[in-house]
């Protein structure tokens, strides 16, 4: 059920708080509606003073209503009182579920939110969004914890000073007005694709008319979605869907890692991959590449290349299929290498073969690049089936053009205020002199930041925005459908959703809420036709987290020859490549401690970046991952660690962006380096491919925080490989290869249940999303660089990560593992004072109370899946504490931890089986590793139950278990990995 | 005194003309003069090696086993390397109180008192690392299967480490009542001996009345046997016992039925080892080369040799099985100890096991006394070092190549080894300065071993 009354601004809350939380010692209220000043800081005087988050609820209550007080009076902590009324709808112990739209990134994949006692504690994804069915990337697994950043603004402040919502709205408009008439307003927001964002900036505008509205990415699709103007002559963005494609070519974009929209690529992805659901048919999938992204670690044909070659690659690719289809390009004739031709050839044909049931996507900047493509995918007949244009008329793309001439236009002195939001200039573009002096002749700047970043540093006034768990807002998925993102808590600090600050800037009375109502009332609600009253069709919209309607209606796209250049210029010296990693993506995670510690998929180093080298080029260099380089393009150089990576393209140098924040958090500040001065402006995008730079050997070695540094099988049987055929076949290959050996202990009487696991190799794509999903679910604790680099961390699930093959183009597989629950456990057996057990129902379980850490459990564990507490990681700040799930302990020093199966859920689940007089069936609970995993790849379930997906899977494709021949006799087993060469 | 003839079968275990009288008198003088420079010397460096190793113990507690240089790969290095050595060696003294006196060994008399001290100030520094390694060992008392009201809550009888805590508990135990019911005549002595009152109360109560009867005497000596007939199997199950924490494993490296013997006999070397390191050292400094005299120092030699030659043999039948098995883990196992990071200790180990102790088949070094000093130092260091090959360089590359990792250890794992060797040397020397380092009493008994009667002959 969804919030039903949204509190609007504090100063409203005050007056509408329940009557037994308005004062404390029976003080009466007082008619203000200012909020007392000192208030705020006296309650996190108190909470920071008082350590225990059972005396920080005694102050805020089981809601985090804030109560009111008189101006003269501190909030003595007395009591802590339980609802004396309690709410409608809100059992503490029982989880409330909302759905909402994830803000880690622009992909807007729907979720579901658990709040527990008033607050978000885990996000898992919506089965019903369109795109991300059910989905969460790991990014988006982490946004739960990024809510309770205690680096976030506390209230806004004027000139550094805090002051109140009111004195903002008195002063700031007036502030605006003058801005208007000297000189042009600005705002700039990351991408856009909530219609009544863009509704309230156009009201903004209405009132402002000097105004522009610029969406500025740092690591911009603006290439992209500029190439369907040129080519399709609409203003569009595209959705792509794997749903009925056979072959897919990526040159260089890294869709299962970071890429445009990675959770949706996924589902769409496993699906197609799953040999014995398509009956032999199999997704074929090519990767040429610079970097070994997580897409290209999944790829059938991997091609690596230097990254200035995913240019011509693209050009030899369209040349290709323009001959093959009769239809000419016109580009002028380049020269490409005669290896790489070949392979373009190869994979010309098999496109050919696949015609309108194929894709090309690429990674690339240049606006020819993605012409290049958008001809590819209309020779090949894709579009309108695998790329579907959206109208861009809901959306606000990032134009790296607009924002360099922004940027000119600060310089040249004509901006005179500038509001961001979502976007952080100050620290990623790419000549941040320039930046500053642009920042410098603006004399009105106001940041809507939630959170201290180095474009908020030099703002006047900080008007802080709401974490998006706080927000109301809307999505425009394209195609007819809008997701909703609803507040799952009021807001933890005295924020204001932007929406919001520029409805009263432009003099408008209704609050964001209203005004998304009254939106959807006019444009979306008249669109469809199953609800008659809006009323019906808001309420069902927000409880389902979105709404299907029919799609606004907009030109057709009529396809043309682009004139294509791919002309780059003399090639000297190596590639650089910028990329963003799978956790910190862009960089506006970088406060997120569960991103730093997530291992990168490919590379498994936590808490910073480096500089990536093919093996060859790192022994032509004469270094090794760990030795400094400094990496030199014209006047900007950086220096970073190397790190030698198998299967990089030759001739290529990879860094990844996000890092080297200097204000933020403190889990942030100074961890790795910025790589943002090397983007350049070319062609009228922000390139992050660059040629013509120079590595140089320089002093000093950096250990790399890695948690895995030994990359090969060693010729063991840990993960299986077979072929389509083989896959096919009646399951004698993937049979298990032992028979039953005999034990000398007896058999553990079996119970109602039988918990077991099937994890697809084909399906898993390594990109983590598992590792974070338990992180939050299990109270895992982060226990940072220095521990981790002495192989200390916690993560309860881990992706093993092995290569095979040759250094320069290896085969790579992911391995998910996790506590095998063995019936013969051996922890079980050694353990001197019985703190790990069997349960009736398959699980071994750690008793973390009994534990007393002699950590021989550890030492037996063949797999290695055991974490033990070394020193006392738990200790959070006050904030940090409330994402902590309360169904779990949190675990003291000295006792080890290990996955448990999510006992917690397995028993939500045979408890609300009981209530209802049943078994527990398939879908009562998931397990968080398989709940948010976009590809679908961990089954869990009843092995007892004959019916059970779980059971069914490894009847018929018959999984192995990892180390057989120990006859643990592991509860999970996998699924090999099937090839398609 | 007058020329005793000596026997032509056997050398004397006892060398010069010594009385009864002589022996009280010389075994009691260090005890009963001012203690020398020397001694506080000494004193002072092991009390300070101790003081700093409580403190750093104190830290670890107090702050986690994170000071310590282990992580997820590799659980145990430094903290269970020194329990085993500190137990190995330990197994010296039992073996030569109660085994030695069962097979009727007269030479015991004169090293059996130390050896056994030695013994129970082993097992104490044992005892010290499963208590700390333990992530809370504030619960330790958990490990023990008392009555309870939580069910009861019993122990896991199936696991190595309790069988541990049974088997050095019982071995401490047997220890310390045997060794004291041996220094009971000798207290008695002392108590005849000792000039002040207080002295005279003190050892007259820890001496429990020893009146020196016939009576006495027969049963004292049954009860000797009893205890030694008690103390024996322990020499062989409690280091059996240990061995199982790693047999008893799934991991390659550690999974192996030869350890208990393998583990035994590598417990009576380094013993033995340390034994003589001992007694060289003490009866130099005490001069009391008389009683420990070279044969002696050649019996243990000759254990020395033996227990090496196990050693060794147990060495060669791990390799030999490994290969054979055709186990690739197996394999794996010990081409890295031979090959991988800890190579260097592997070959520290071999060197020091099995190559530098065949020196001692060379009579002219066998009897120099500085070379078996040095031999035996550098036995410890091999047996030491085979340990922690064992322990470490097979759980820090096991079955899964993604969870390989390294080790080092920190300063806070070295301070606590060497406040180990602090806490032994305090109490080895505090038991040199207040208690009879040889059995008087026993020593008395074999006074004329070698010493037969008739005709006198010389000896060459």
Not at chain 1, 357 to 379: H, P, T, W, Y
């Amino acid at each position: 059920m969804p919030l039903l009354k949204w509190m609007g601004t504090m100063d409203d809350r005050i007056i509408d708080a329940p009557k037994y939380w308005q004062s404390i010692e029976g003080q009466p209220v007082s008619d203000a509606d200012e909020f007392p000043s000192g208030f705020v800081e006296e309650i996190f005087e108190v909470v920071n003073a008082n350590k225990s988050r059972r005396e920080f609820l005694t102050v805020l209550g089981f809601s985090v209503a804030i109560p009111a007080l008189t101006s003269c009076h501190k909030i003595p902590v007395t009591k802590a009182l339980g609802f004396l009324n309690r709410e409608e709808d809100t059992v503490p112990g029982v989880a409330n579920w909302y759905a909402s739209t994830c803000g880690g990134c622009e992909a807007a994949c729907g979720l579901l939110v658990k709040t527990r006692e008033g607050r978000p504690i885990k996000v898992e994804g919506n089965p019903d969004s369109p795109h991300s069915r059910g989905g969460v990337c790991a990014v988006g697994q982490a946004t739960v914890l990024s809510l309770y950043d205690s680096s976030r603004f506390i209230q806004p402040l004027a000139e550094g000073q805090p002051t109140t919502w009111a004195a903002i709205d008195g002063k700031i408009p007036e502030l605006l007005r003058t801005a208007n008439s000297q000189g042009k307003i600005v705002l700039i927001t990351g991408r856009v694709s909530s219609p009544s964002t863009l509704a309230v900036i156009a009201k903004f505008r209405a009132k402002y008319p000097n105004f522009e509205h610029i969406p500025y990415e740092p690591f911009s699709y603006s290439a992209l979605f500029e190439s369907f103007e040129k080519t399709h002559g609409l203003s569009a963005i595209p959705n792509y869907s794997l749903s009925d494609v056979d072959t897919l070519v990526s040159v260089g974009a890294d869709f299962l890692g970071s890429w445009y929209g990675p959770v949706a690529f996924a589902k769409d992805y496993s699906a197609q991959r799953d040999v014995s659901k398509r009956k032999g048919a199999m997704l074929r999938h090519v990767q040429v590449e610079a970097l070994m992204s997580v897409a290209g670690s999944n790829a059938d044909l991997r091609v690596p290349v230097a990254a200035g070659d995913e240019t011509h690659v693209l050009a030899a690719l369209v040349r290709e299929i323009s001959t093959l289809s009769g239809r000419s390009i016109e580009f002028p004739a380049l020269q490409l290498d005669a290896g790489l031709l070949t392979a373009v050839r190869a994979i010309a044909a098999d496109l050919w073969k696949a015609k309108g049931k194929s894709l090309v996507l690429s990674g690339s900047n240049r606006v020819d690049d993605q012409m290049a493509v958008n001809a590819i995918n209309e020779l090949l007949g894709n579009m309108g089936r695998s790329v579907k244009l959206v109208a861009a008329t809901e959306f606000a793309v990032a134009s790296d053009t607009r924002f360099e001439n922004l940027v000119s236009e600060m310089v040249g002195g004509k901006i005179s205020a500038l509001l961001s939001i979502d976007a952080n200039p100050g620290y990623a573009y790419y000549a941040p002199e320039r930046w500053k002096s642009g920042v410098s002749k603006v004399p009105l700047q106001i940041s809507f930041a939630d959170a201290p970043n180095e474009t908020s540093k030099s703002a006047h006034y900080i008007c802080p925005g709401n974490h998006f768990l706080e927000s109301w807002n809307d999505h425009a998925l394209g195609s007819g459908k809008y997701g909703l993102t609803q507040p799952t808590i009021q807001p933890l600090r005295a924020t204001r959703m932007f929406q919001e600050s520029l409805l009263r800037w432009a003099g408008e009375t209704l609050d964001y809420y209203d005004f998304i109502r009254s939106h959807w009332k006019a444009q979306i609600f008249s669109r469809q036709r199953r609800q008659l009253l809006f009323e019906g069709f808001w309420s069902q919209a927000v409880h389902d987290g979105g709404i299907d309607v029919v799609e606004a209606s907009h030109a057709k796209a009529t396809f043309k020859n682009p004139r294509l250049n791919f002309d780059l210029g003399k090639r000297e010296g190596l590639d650089l490549i910028l990329y963003q990693k799978t956790g910190i993506r862009d960089g506006r995670h970088a406060n997120n401690p569960w991103l730093h510690e997530l291992p990168d998929p490919i590379t498994k180093v936590t808490w910073d970046n480096y500089a990536q080298l093919a093996p060859e080029t790192a022994s032509k260099n004469g270094v090794k991952t760990g030795d400094m380089i400094s990496i030199q393009k014209g006047t900007i150089h950086l220096s970073l660690p190397v790190l030698v990576q198998p299967g990089l393209g030759t001739n290529t140098v990879a860094v990844a962006v996000g890092y080297g924040r200097s204000e933020c958090g403190k889990a942030g500040v100074g961890v790795g380096k910025n790589s943002y001065p090397f983007v350049a402006f070319a062609e009228g995008n922000y390139q992050r491919i660059q040629r013509g730079v120079q590595i140089t050997k320089a002093s000093g070695h950096y250990e790399l925080a890695l948690t895995q540094t030994h990359h090969v099988m060693e010729g063991r049987d840990l993960v299986r490989e077979v072929s389509k055929a083989e896959a096919l076949s009646t399951a004698t290959a993937l049979h298990s290869t032992q028979k039953e050996q005999p034990s000398m202990w007896p058999e553990h009487k079996p119970g109602e249940n039988r918990w077991g696991m099937a994890i697809d190799l084909s399906k898993c794509t390594g990109c983590s999303a598992c590792v974070i999903s338990c992180q939050a679910e299990n109270n895992v604790p982060v226990v940072g660089r220095e521990e981790v680099l002495k192989r200390r961390e916690m993560h309860w699930i881990r992706l093993d990560r092995y290569y095979s093959g040759n250094e320069s183009n290896p085969s790579v597989v992911h391995q998910p593992i996790l506590c095998q629950h063995c019936e013969n456990a051996p922890c079980e057996t050694v353990c001197p004072v019985l703190a790990t057990v069997h349960s009736s129902d398959g699980l071994n379980q750690q008793v973390y109370n009994r534990c007393v850490g002699t950590r021989y459990c550890a030492n037996n564990c063949p797999y290695k899946v055991r974490r033990f507490n070394w020193f006392e990681y738990s200790q959070d700040d006050a904030w940090g504490r409330m994402a902590l799930n309360p169904d779990i302990v949190v675990r003291s020093r000295g006792v080890m931890e290990k996955c448990s199966f999510c006992i917690q859920r397995i028993q939500e689940g045979r408890l609300k089986a009981k209530k209802e007089g049943r078994k527990v069936a398939e879908g009562d609970f998931k397990v968080a590793c398989q709940q948010s995993c976009p590809s679908d790849a961990i089954v869990f379930g009843d092995l007892a139950d004959p019916d059970s997906k779980v059971a069914k899977l490894l009847e018929h494709q018959k999984g192995y278990q990892l180390l057989e021949e120990l006859n643990v006799r592991p509860r999970v087993s996998f699924l090999p990995k099937v090839r398609n060469p | 005194m007058s020329h005793s003839p000596v026997s032509s079968h056997r050398k004397p275990l006892v060398i010069g003309d010594k009385s009864y009288g002589d022996v009280t008198h010389d075994v009691l003088r260090p005890i009963e003069a001012r203690p020398t420079k020397g001694w506080y010397v000494c004193l002072m460096v092991a009390a300070t090696c101790l003081v700093f190793g409580v403190a750093t113990v104190w830290y670890q507690i107090a702050t986690g086993i994170g000071t310590w240089g282990l992580n997820k790969t590799v659980g145990w290095a430094w903290d269970i390397t020194n329990f085993v050595f500190w137990v190995g060696i330990g197994h010296a003294g039992t073996l030569i109180s109660a085994i030695l006196l069962l097979f009727r060994q007269k030479w015991r008399t004169s090293i059996n008192r130390a050896a056994e001290a030695m013994t129970i100030f082993a097992v104490i520094c044992a005892a010290i690392f499963p208590v700390i390694h333990m992530g809370r060992p504030w619960l330790a008392f958990w490990m023990f299967p008392y009555p309870n009201t939580r069910g009861p809550l019993w122990v896991n009888f199936r696991s190595p480490l309790l069988w541990d805590v049974f088997a050095i508990s019982t071995y401490f135990t047997i220890s310390l009542v045997f060794w004291y019911i041996g220094l009971i005549p000798d207290l008695a002595t002392m108590r005849d001996h000792s000039s002040s009152a207080f002295k005279r109360k003190l050892f007259g109560v820890f001496s429990l009345g020893w009146n020196g009867s016939a009576r006495t005497w027969a049963r004292y000596e049954t009860l000797c046997l009893i205890l030694a007939g008690l103390a024996t199997p322990l020499v062989v199950s409690v280091h059996s016992i240990v061995s199982m924490d790693f047999a008893t494993a799934v991991i390659p490296g550690w999974h192996a039925t030869l350890f208990p013997p393998y583990f035994v006999a590598g417990a009576v070397f380094s013993g033995f080892a340390m034994v003589l390191t001992l007694m060289i050292l003490t009866r130099k400094v005490m001069k009391l080369d008389s009683y420990i005299t070279d044969s002696h120092l050649q019996m243990m030699c000759k254990v020395l040799q033996l227990t090496g030659l196990m050693v060794a043999l147990a060495y060669s039948t791990e390799f030999f099985m490994a290969w054979y098995s055709g186990n690739a883990y197996e394999r794996f196992v010990f081409i890295n100890r031979a090959t991988g990071p800890f190579a260097w200790a592997f070959w520290t180990m071999v060197t020091c096991n099995v190559v530098l102790p065949q020196l001692l088949w060379i009579k002219r070094l066998r009897l120099n006394v500085m070379f078996l000093l040095g031999m035996s130092i550098i036995v410890n260091i091999g047996m030491w070092f085979e340990r922690f090959v064992i322990i470490t360089t097979s759980i820090h590359r096991d079955y899964l190549p993604s969870s390989w990792a390294d080790y080092s250890p920190t300063w806070v794992e070295k301070a606590t080894f060497l406040g180990t060797f602090g806490l032994f040397f305090t109490c080895f020397l505090l038991f040199l300065r207040f208690l009879p380092m040889i059995a008087i009493s026993e020593v008395k008994g074999v006074l004329h071993y070698g010493k037969g009667l008739g005709k006198e002959v010389t000896h060459g």
